[in-house]
């Protein structure tokens, strides 16, 4: 959405998001909630953490904005951009109707039409592109959808890119646009955005968490030979499988009772002592005894399954992370203090 004046503040459109979310009531939320992806939730979640008091002039002003959106983009999909823009005007009169169109346009995401896209389609879409490119790309797009498309790469082309995303903090909106509508283009696809602040160190910790083993372990060994204390950023943002040591009892109960017990037994063939004894020493007797005698009989095990079965893992304690279940820490940082 568009930022705009309100009587006694100018609200961001995060801000403003917020404010409707909480103008909803916590039922109605929560079913909003069921349709945003990790990202738009953990933004929503922040904003409003840290909303002020709201005037009823505010409040009023933000709910008359997400109505007429709300019909406007009932009225684009009924019967296009012309019809949708003409009954406004009747209603509204030029003015408020282009505005309105405006917001509609400005409220899109960038490279949404990508959202559906395979992460092989994009591969392809992206061969012979310069590493900036591939990186503004790859910044818009889910982690898990980037982590897939950068194990295909080159390893020395991998680090350019990683290095590349790590300096898109922000980037001008002309940019963004310019590289939507040539990837566009090449899909066949219509999209148009305003949407600039992806990117960053945080986004490269959550594209190495979905990366498999070995492209991870490549590409931090190389960019440590030029940027080692980007590595040593991204590390203290990661978890690793070996951070399990690092949960409380309660915690790795609680996700242990989520994960299959096969991922478990294969997933601890190649882990730390450590990280063994915490895990069996949170199971029951029952249990122990189980995983034990699996683990005896388990052989020939391919490292890449036991990758496969750590990851597995790993997202599920991400999840329950999200969920405030969990809390993660990398190597014994963010210590919780009674």
Same mark, same amino acid.
């Given at each position: ?18 404010? %409707? ?16 992806n990790?990202?738009?939730i ?42 949708s ?10 003015d ?5 169109? #405006?917001?509609?346009? =400005?409220?899109? $995401? ?17 061969q ?43 980037? *001008?909106?002309?940019?963004?646009r ?17 949407v ?13 968490? =979905? ?10 060994e ?18 690793? %499988?070996?951070?399990?040591? =690092?949960?409380?009892?309660? #915690? ?14 294969i ?24 995983v ?25 304690? $991400? ?9 993660? *820490?990398?190597?014994?940082?963010? #210590?919780?203090?009674?």
């Amino acid at each position: 959405m568009k930022e705009s004046s309100s009587s006694e503040e100018k609200l961001s459109s995060a801000s403003k998001a917020a404010a %409707f979310i909480v103008a909803l009531g916590e039922d109605t939320a929560a079913e909003v909630y069921k349709h945003l992806n990790d990202e738009e939730i953990e933004e929503l979640s922040l904003e409003i953490a840290s909303i002020d008091n709201l005037s009823q002039d505010q409040i009023k002003e933000i709910m008359d904005e997400f109505y007429e959106l709300f019909i406007t983009q009932k009225l684009i999909a009924e019967g296009g951009q012309t019809y949708s823009y003409n009954v406004l005007v009747s209603a509204f009169g030029k003015d408020k109707a282009k505005a309105i169109m #405006e917001r509609i346009h =400005n409220s899109n $995401r960038a490279f949404e039409f990508l959202k559906n896209v395979d992460y092989k389609s994009i591969l392809t879409m992206l061969q012979n592109e310069l590493p900036q490119t591939i990186a503004c790309v790859l910044s818009h797009i889910s982690s898990k959808k980037s982590a897939q498309i950068l194990a295909e790469f080159p390893n020395d082309l991998q680090v350019e890119i990683f290095r590349r995303i790590a300096d898109l903090d922000s980037i *001008s909106p002309e940019v963004v646009r310019s590289v939507e509508e040539i990837m566009a283009e090449k899909l066949s696809s219509d999209a148009s955005v305003n949407v600039v602040d992806f990117g960053g160190v945080n986004y490269l910790a959550d594209v190495m968490n =979905n990366l498999d083993m070995r492209t991870e372990k490549t590409i931090m060994e190389e960019l440590n030979e030029t940027d080692p204390e980007l590595v040593d950023e991204i590390q203290k943002l990661m978890f690793v %499988f070996d951070d399990i040591a =690092n949960l409380d009892n309660r #915690e790795i109960q609680t996700f242990l009772r989520e994960c299959d017990t096969k991922d478990i037994t294969i997933a601890l063939k190649a882990a730390s002592p450590d990280v063994v004894k915490v895990i069996l020493g949170n199971m029951s007797q029952r249990q122990q005894e189980t995983v034990k005698t699996d683990m005896q009989y388990l052989h020939n095990v391919r490292m890449r399954d036991v990758e496969e079965a750590q990851r597995k893992i790993i997202a599920v304690i $991400r999840k329950l992370e999200e969920t405030g279940e969990i809390v993660m *820490s990398k190597g014994g940082l963010d #210590e919780i203090i009674p």
